[in-house]
């Protein structure tokens, strides 16, 4: 069954070849849901472009006939981000799978948004040529997620991704040195220093208009290139593992030790969110069970530097110990290790984690949270999540320096049943209600998420948002119904 | 969202419907990929996605969405379904990636979606639809005669062999209609490692193209009667050298779901061994001595129906770095991460054109390794790969390992 109109397609198949677009049911019907809860919407049209030209006019044919534009690479954002909510083009990026440069001298590389995790980690981790020799060889790295290997590496940096050295070096939105944009009207702008040399390498002394496409989940415009930050692999790697019974224990450790910002991560996990999978529906953690599980990754050039670090890192977890803390020792098990310190990894970057058996739904409240509200709301949400039948499988991920991390709930459910989607939206939108008074922000947030964002907001910071909405994108063609604002 | 099964009627889709609605999305089947302190591999691994791009040709992903879509009534079928259906080859690559409860059951869900194509008023390809109108006089996919099945096999030889044995050599279609220099280099070199073996008249098509295009009714008939030829002759096992019917006979006839396909069929019980695994064994027992040297540079291409499928990976290595002379290169994509030739699910007589372009790339990959020869243990692969040789005017050179083998073994 075909959707749409046959002039526009006419005209995007004159734009992209015949072969790059659609309007068959068929093909629409995996752009028209995601892991969510989110409902399904089929888009009219799908098109594959190769080019920054090509990008151009659908962009410019989108706005003259006022269709929807829906910048879409593998919708895995766990948000239905690429849901189009009032039907129109999918734009899928896939084709765009150029890595244009690596320097290695200046530690970037420019990739276009169909570039993969596995692609880039494969390829830097095969560049280093200037240091054959050096501790440095082991190839270059960037900020690696758990998720599937297909996911695009811009579309995470450019929607605040979190990746394996979020403790080191900051979150994958802080690494982005350079990007090329085509605005919602077609013009296509260069930020950062390529704007005037051919070096991709900061963003800085210039105005942070970069900013005006980062986070916005596709609603101000295309990005083509994006200049990242990539960083030597450090050969020396280990993985430290404590336990402790209540949440409170563990941030108050992991506060401490992200004080010293000698880790490249380190993060919490609650009982449900270490099981494998994660129990649906929710089960009672066994008695002598601790509550909390937790892992951080600290690496260096050097066995001394590593051992330097368990030195410090032994010295806070007998500090805490003193102070009253109840941390348990436990140990990882090599695998786990492997997944850790091995990213982007199959062990961890997978769903089988999370929603193996239960029925095809995933979801999370994903946020971003001050470290201190973390085991306040922890009890919050497991009240609601147990209320719901839902496991609280929870994880506090400490960012750069001690002032603020992730605070995820991983949630599957069963698409089969209605009562079991319906259950899951409620629970996650509840915690999401109750977190933001204690300054949690929810990231690559679904609709929901961001109508109590809208309800909650101060409201200078909704009309300055909607008059760069209307300046960038006039006719509110990209990727509607996202911000909830037009 | 909530994704309820409304269209039983769909019966082979339904009854797996549980498994099929464990797909997440994820779309973690879309990319091969390993990484770790030895492995570090990234690549393209599904042929359909890499020829037409769109979601739903990408991975298991397009296929489990159209699979709920239909089930779901979210969508009705179309020509389009067919040819998203269609054009799946069944490799398996996606299902090395995926990691949740569906994996399983992917190989089943694409041959059940196929199935379903059947009942419904959509374009079955062309090609398919031609062969299979025959198959039942023919009892082969090629449109010939089944009388002129043995026509490869040299009066000469055929004497020499016995009316039972321990074992059939299982010949296939691909190789009795089409691949006949691997028949006959197979009888050869059973015969010079004193294989007690024989052929048979009346060996039907072992079902692979029936099954892998879902048509299960007309299979039936296949799989019952190749079932009884063993014991008929007297055999134990059947030898192949074809890695369709090496799957086929050893997993279709003898696996329960999701593998095989007992529930259909009832369960049959005879050993299956490619020529192989014989070989290996009888390399590993030091019964062969080699008379002369292969000295050229070998590239070997897994056939999916038996590298993923059955998971044989070992055998041919351990066979062609046996032979004396020859250096074995692999190529980037090998073993599970392994590209398809191009030429399974029904996707050669289907999609002739898609078919051929897939192997070219396959061959291309071939030639970077700097091999002269590819070399595989499937007829069907064979074929494909050769075509695209010839498309190409590659000076690669394509050959079966009994091709490679035969001139130069003997039994000690
Ligand atoms: C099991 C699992 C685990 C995950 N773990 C992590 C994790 O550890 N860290 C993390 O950061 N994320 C994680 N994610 C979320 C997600 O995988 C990442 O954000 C991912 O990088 C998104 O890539 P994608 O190709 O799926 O992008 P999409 O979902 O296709 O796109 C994401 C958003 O960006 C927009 N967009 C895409 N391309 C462009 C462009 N060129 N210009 C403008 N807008 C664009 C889209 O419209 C959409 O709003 C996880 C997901 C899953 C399923
Ligand atoms: S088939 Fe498996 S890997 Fe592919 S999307 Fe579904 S769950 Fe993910
Ligand atoms: S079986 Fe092969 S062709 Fe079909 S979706 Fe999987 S990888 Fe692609």
Redesign the interface.
Known sequence: MARGNKEVLAKLEQIVGPDYVSNEEAVLLPYSWDLTWAEPRMPDYVVMPKTVTEIQRILRLANHLRIPVIPYVNATNIGGLCIPEEGGIVMDLKRMDRIIKIDPETCYAIIEPGVSHAQLSATLKATNPQWEGYEFSKGFEFGWGVHPASASVLAMAINHGIGHLNGRIGINSQLISSMEVVLPTGEVVKLGSCAFSDSWHSFLPLPRMDGLFVGWMGTTGIVTKLGIWIFPIRPYKDVLTIAAETAHDMTRYMVHWRHYSLCDEVTAVSWWLAQIPIPYPYQEKPKDAPEWFSYTVISGWSEEELEYKRKMWKKVVEEERARGTKLIDFEYPPEAKRGRTELPSRIVGSTKNYSKSCGGGLAWPGTFAPCKSWPILYEKWKEIYIRHNLSPAVRFTDFQGAHYGMLRLMTPFDKRDPDSVRRAKEAMVECVRVGIPLGMLPYKPPVEYVNELNAAADAGYVYLMAKIKDMLDPNNIMNPGKLGIR | ?????KRTDMKELAQI??RI????????C????????TE???AMLCPQGDK?????YRGS??KA??AK?LLSG???W?D??A??IYTCIGCGACVEMC???IKDYLLRMFEALKSETWKQNVAIPEGVRKWSSTIRENRNPYLEKHENRLDWLPASIRETLPKKAEYIYFVGCTASYRQKNIALATVKLLQKLKVDFTVVPDEWCCASPLLRTGQYDVAKEFIEHNKELPEKYGASAFITTCAGCYRTLSIDYQKDPPEGYTDKFGKANFKVIHTIQLVEDMIKKGEIEFEGSFNNVVTYHDPCHLGRHAKVYDSPRNVLQAIPGLKLVEMYRSKKFSFCCGAGGGVRGGYPDYSIETAIKRVREAESTGASVITCVCPFCWRNLSDAISALKSSMKMMDITEILEPIVKKK
């Open positions: 969202m909530a994704l309820v099964l419907y549980d609605s464990m797909c997440t999305q994820c779309g973690n879309k990319y091969g990929y390993e990484y770790g302190p570090n591999f990234a037409y791009q769109f979601e739903a992903k397009g969405a159209l879509g979210m969508i009705q179309s389009k379904a040819h998203v990691e949740t409860d």
